[in-house]
């Protein structure tokens, strides 16, 4: 039997289960990282099971961890920027051929979480590479890759935070405090989202809407869906987090009240923020580093909006290769280029930007930029092909 991870009331039953060993350890004050492990590969057997998906699971993890020790080793004597792309070009390929397979008559080739745990691979081989990660352990490394709680949906961790979590002594106070009590918090709040308002939403809203030829039901459905993807969304990655923290582990925050955001960039520090950041470091901000150390634009500004759209459209590609995710990261990325725009331009932002109107005003416009966007992501529209 294989459950979805976060879905369904057994799961989460089994998933407490597996919490109170954990509890137990953090409160006398003992490792549990050694448990953690034990745990990560029972529900990785829940959520994958031992079939094709396992198999496929077993050849990446031996593909990344074999790239992963083989470029150390070479790094530790040189460091070569062909030998570095190579690398990454070989960590990055298992998830190239899952994004690309659903279009070839193999079908899909992956796993579960293939998504995440390759940005944990791809973010090692960055690091190794600019000498911020020296030292690796094979268990940890293993346990950072497959760590259970962020599995299938993130939050996207990194390798440096992580290690050093698992590997400290937490008292019994700092644990009580500092991870058990705020974990069953988020456990809770997570819960609420996910399994009584996103199922709300989803029960007498989202799929009550049918496409038909008129324009109220796709403004119906944009903000039904835009609801219940928050709080679907939300909710089980505040439970990972939760569960994360009864292991031992702060893992990032993936939300901060994302529809307060008064523009685009913001939105984008407080909406899957884990996801935001891994992309602003590894794409947009190396970009923007190499475009104006080879002065391939006059302005910063030009380097920073060739990036955004670069990074966003990235990201549509990474969702899949649909036409409507790749239109999603066109338009996140042309959404942040105005904004760069309209904030640096505008005599009407720069005259009333403090003002608490135009705040609330740009909150509501925000909040109606990122509904439209993700109707584009939902592929709701695709309905609409035969009608026009």
Same mark, same amino acid.
């Given at each position: 039997?294989?459950?979805?991870?976060?879905?369904?009331?057994?799961?989460?039953?089994?998933?407490?289960?597996? !919490?109170?060993?954990?509890?137990?350890?953090?409160?006398?004050?003992?490792?549990?990282?050694?448990?953690?492990?034990?745990?990560?590969?029972?529900?990785?057997?829940?959520?994958?099971?031992?079939?094709?998906?396992? &198999?496929?699971?077993?050849? $990446?993890?031996?593909?990344?961890?074999?790239?992963?020790?083989?470029?150390?080793?070479?790094?530790?004597?040189?460091?070569?920027?062909?030998?570095?792309?190579?690398?990454?070009?070989?960590?990055?390929?298992?998830?190239?051929?899952?994004?690309?397979?659903?279009?070839?008559?193999?079908?899909?080739?992956?796993?579960?979480?293939? @998504?995440? =745990?390759?940005?944990?691979?791809?973010?090692?081989?960055?690091?190794?590479?600019?000498?911020?990660?020296?030292?690796?352990?094979?268990?940890?490394?293993?346990?950072?890759?497959?760590?259970?709680?962020?599995?299938?949906?993130?939050?996207?961790?990194?390798?440096? &935070?992580?290690?050093?979590?698992?590997?400290?002594?937490?008292?019994? #106070?700092?644990?009580?405090?500092?991870?058990?009590?705020?974990?069953?918090?988020?456990?809770?709040?997570? /819960?609420?989202?996910?399994?009584?308002?996103?199922?709300?939403?989803?029960?007498?809203?989202? @799929?009550?809407?049918?496409?038909?030829?008129?324009?109220?039901?796709?403004?119906?459905? !944009? *903000?039904?869906?835009?609801?219940?993807?928050?709080?679907?969304?939300?909710?089980?990655?505040?439970?990972?987090?939760?569960?994360?923290?009864?292991?031992?582990?702060?893992?990032?925050?993936? $939300?901060? #009240?994302?529809?307060?955001? #008064?523009? !685009?960039?913001?939105?984008?520090?407080?909406?899957?923020?884990?996801?935001?950041?891994?992309?602003?470091?590894?794409?947009?901000?190396?970009?923007?580093?190499?475009? !104006?150390?080879?002065?391939?634009?006059?302005?910063?500004?030009?380097?920073?909006?060739?990036?955004?759209?670069?990074?966003?459209?990235?990201?549509?590609?990474?969702?899949?290769?649909?036409?409507?995710?790749?239109?999603?990261?066109? *338009?996140?990325?042309?959404?942040? /280029?105005?904004?760069?725009? $309209?904030?640096?331009? @505008?005599?009407?932002?720069? #005259?009333?930007?403090?003002?608490?109107?135009?705040?609330? =005003?740009?909150?509501?416009?925000?909040?109606?930029? /990122?509904?439209?966007?993700? =109707?584009? $992501?939902?592929?709701?529209?695709?309905?609409?092909?035969?009608?026009?």
């Amino acid at each position: 039997m294989k459950f979805s991870q976060y879905e369904g009331y057994l799961y989460m039953y089994i998933l407490l289960l597996t !919490m109170i060993p954990a509890v137990a350890l953090g409160i006398f004050e003992k490792k549990i990282k050694y448990y953690g492990m034990l745990a990560t590969a029972l529900m990785i057997y829940l959520i994958v099971g031992l079939d094709v998906q396992f &198999r496929y699971l077993a050849i $990446f993890m031996l593909w990344e961890m074999a790239l992963i020790f083989i470029y150390k080793a070479i790094r530790k004597n040189k460091k070569s920027k062909w030998t570095f792309r190579i690398f990454l070009f070989a960590t990055m390929l298992p998830l190239i051929i899952n994004k690309i397979s659903p279009m070839t008559s193999f079908g899909v080739i992956g796993f579960i979480g293939i @998504s995440y =745990l390759s940005f944990r691979t791809i973010q090692i081989v960055i690091e190794i590479y600019d000498g911020a990660i020296e030292e690796l352990g094979f268990l940890d490394t293993l346990y950072f890759v497959l760590f259970f709680p962020t599995l299938s949906s993130g939050p996207i961790d990194r390798s440096r &935070r992580f290690d050093e979590e698992i590997n400290k002594l937490i008292t019994r #106070k700092e644990y009580i405090d500092g991870y058990l009590i705020p974990g069953i918090k988020k456990i809770f709040q997570g /819960v609420l989202y996910k399994f009584a308002i996103a199922t709300l939403i989803h029960l007498f809203w989202v @799929s009550k809407v049918h496409p038909t030829p008129h324009a109220i039901s796709i403004i119906s459905y !944009m *903000y039904a869906y835009t609801l219940y993807l928050f709080f679907d969304f939300a909710g089980y990655s505040l439970i990972a987090v939760g569960t994360s923290y009864i292991f031992g582990v702060h893992a990032p925050d993936n $939300f901060n #009240k994302p529809f307060l955001s #008064k523009d !685009m960039k913001e939105f984008w520090t407080r909406w899957h923020i884990s996801l935001s950041r891994w992309f602003g470091d590894y794409i947009f901000s190396r970009y923007v580093l190499n475009a !104006m150390r080879k002065k391939k634009f006059k302005k910063r500004a030009t380097a920073s909006h060739v990036a955004q759209m670069i990074t966003m459209t990235t990201m549509g590609f990474w969702h899949g290769f649909t036409w409507y995710y790749v239109a999603y990261g066109v *338009y996140q990325g042309l959404a942040l /280029v105005l904004t760069d725009e $309209f904030t640096k331009k @505008s005599k009407i932002y720069k #005259k009333y930007k403090k003002e608490k109107w135009f705040q609330y =005003l740009q909150i509501v416009v925000t909040f109606h930029i /990122v509904c439209f966007g993700m =109707l584009i $992501f939902s592929g709701f529209l695709n309905h609409y092909i035969k009608f026009i």
